[in-house]
């Protein structure tokens, strides 16, 4: 099999099954058994887990709990669930004070209707806005975090491709001392 190393869900990198037949990782011609290739996955997904518990700690830690209504606020206005409630309520509104058979409280061209829909208009943008900041803020750090993870990652197959290279330097050596005592053995 054909092993692949993906990013997931930005934290670390994972092996990827294409083909049976070749056992080994893309680009470095190592060969892998199927349980060094889960070992690999487990130890890929307790990291990246042990981050994003970390990266939910820090999270909880800085921000007020005024900011976290925010973004459940922020979750609910961009939803379908509100849209739909949203709806529902607008359309009962103006059945309600349509019809002659029930008593009107916001008239046509409902004027109530388009000042509660104003309010929530100018409180919902700046809670949503406000949410996105920190968002964007929160995407930021984990950006750093994945160029640090990157960044060591590569670090280390640097090491490894450097030592790869010295081992088969070393084994040409030895092969060729090898060859060369062959040689002479073959002579006298």
Same mark, same amino acid.
């Given at each position: 099999m054909i092993m692949k190393f993906n990013t997931v869900k930005k934290y670390g990198i994972k092996p990827e099954v294409k083909d049976e037949k070749i056992n080994s990782i893309h680009g470095f011609d190592i060969e892998l058994n199927k349980e060094d290739t889960l070992r690999i996955? $487990?130890? +890929?997904?307790?990291?990246?887990? @042990?981050?994003? !518990? %970390?990266? =939910?700690?820090?999270?909880? $830690?800085?921000t007020t709990w005024s900011d976290r209504l925010a973004d459940r606020i922020s979750s609910f206005g961009g939803s379908w669930k509100f849209i739909?409630?949203? &709806?529902?309520f607008l359309v009962f509104w103006m059945i309600w004070n349509s019809f002659t058979f029930t008593k009107h409280f916001d008239s046509k061209p409902f004027i109530l209707l388009n000042l509660i829909l104003s309010f929530i208009a !100018?409180?919902? #943008?700046? +809670?949503?806005?406000?949410?996105?900041? /920190?968002?964007? #803020? /929160?995407?930021?750090?984990? @950006?750093?975090?994945?160029? !640090?993870?990157?960044?060591?990652?590569?670090? *280390?197959? =640097?090491?490894?491709? &450097?030592?790869?290279?010295?081992?088969?330097? *070393?084994?040409? @050596?030895?092969?060729?001392l090898l060859?060369?005592? %062959?040689?002479? *053995?073959?002579?006298?």
């Open positions: 996955g $487990r130890l +890929v997904d307790n990291y990246e887990k @042990s981050i994003l !518990a %970390h990266l =939910d700690d820090e999270y909880i $830690r800085k739909i409630f949203f &709806s529902l !100018a409180f919902q #943008a700046p +809670v949503i806005m406000m949410s996105q900041n /920190r968002q964007a #803020a /929160r995407d930021k750090h984990e @950006s750093i975090i994945d160029f !640090a993870i990157n960044y060591k990652a590569e670090q *280390e197959i =640097d090491d490894l491709q &450097s030592q790869l290279h010295q081992i088969k330097d *070393e084994l040409h @050596s030895i092969n060729q060859q060369a005592n %062959h040689k002479n *053995e073959e002579h006298k």
